[in-house]
């Protein structure tokens, strides 16, 4: 986990993760700003060594840490440091948007490299692409505040890990969550404190509402992100103390820069 915060934190960094199997990585959204770079290298990982990203929406927390991507991937591959390709995947509009930004902000010498080497590939819901070896089928949220996709893993044997992006599960996304072996979802606050952080009106959920949904649905792993940063220092427990509640799988709520074996 490079990051498990909201857009508006300041303790931790915007929620955005990696996942890693044999040397090659996915990059999951890139929170919002260069601050990705300084959480790749704390985790020791080379961003010559990121050969896929996959940008959920286009809300400044988690798209503008990827231009930054873009950057240091086309710079990589100007000064012949990056030798591969590198593939980055997203919904038609998030596409678009990533070309855009790049283009205008970034040296030609370095954007020749956008569908050349860096590929900006869009897909569409209910699509099937074999990512790290493995396939991963996207699907649309149906977000109405800004289109929104997120994506399940087959891990073989029947498993799966889905990621519902940073809003509450929608019953249009069961075949995708449901049975899960891992799942990862937003919960953006305790329940108790609903009334301080006001999840409800920006389009998120709480912790018991989180748990509730994975107990109900058949998940087996449950990670919570994406949350606020005021009970930082006891978030974990805290999170882990009101999930145990409704959730009886096992229950992560991860730190920066945490990292969690999916075995």
């Known amino acids: 986990m490079l990051g498990t915060g909201h857009a508006l934190v ?28 300084r959480q790749l290298k704390c985790a020791k990982l080379d961003v010559t060594d990121i050969t ?8 400044v927390d988690h798209i503008m840490g990827v231009i930054w991507m873009v950057r240091l991937l086309c710079h990589s591959m ?14 038609s509009e998030v596409i678009s948007l990533i070309q855009d930004i790049s283009c205008k902000l970034l040296w030609e010498q370095e954007t ?8 900006l590939i869009p897909v569409e819901d209910g699509e099937r692409r074999q ?55 937003e919960a953006f606050c305790l329940y108790g404190q609903a009334d301080v952080f006001k999840p409800y009106e920006k389009h998120h959920s709480t912790v018991k509402d989180a748990c509730e949904l994975a107990e109900g649905l058949g998940v087996k792993n449950l990670v919570l992100y994406h949350t ?19 959730f009886h799988g096992n229950l992560y709520i991860p730190e920066d820069l945490e990292s969690l074996s999916l075995d």
Not at 10 to 37: A, P, Q, R
Not at 228 to 246: S, T, W
């Open 228 to 246: 606020e940063d005021e009970n930082i220092q006891n978030r974990k427990e805290l999170y882990y103390e009101e999930g145990k509640q409704f």
């Open 52 to 59: 896929e990203i996959f940008v959920t929406h286009k809300h």
């Open 10 to 37: 300041t303790e931790c960094y915007n929620t955005c993760f990696v996942l890693s199997e044999e040397g090659k990585h996915l990059l999951v959204d890139g929170g919002g700003g260069n601050t990705i770079l």
């Open 78 to 91: 100007n000064q012949g440091v990056y030798q591969g390709e590198a593939h980055i995947y997203g919904h």
């Open 112 to 119: 020749r490299f956008i569908g050349d080497r860096l590929h």
């Open 131 to 185: 990512v790290l070896g493995r396939q991963v089928t996207f699907f649309d949220i149906h977000s109405t505040k800004a289109k929104q996709f997120g994506f399940t893993m087959d891990l073989g044997n029947g498993e799966k890990f889905t990621c519902c992006g940073d809003e509450p599960y929608k019953e249009c996304e069961r075949a995708y969550v449901e049975n899960s072996k891992w799942l990862l979802h």
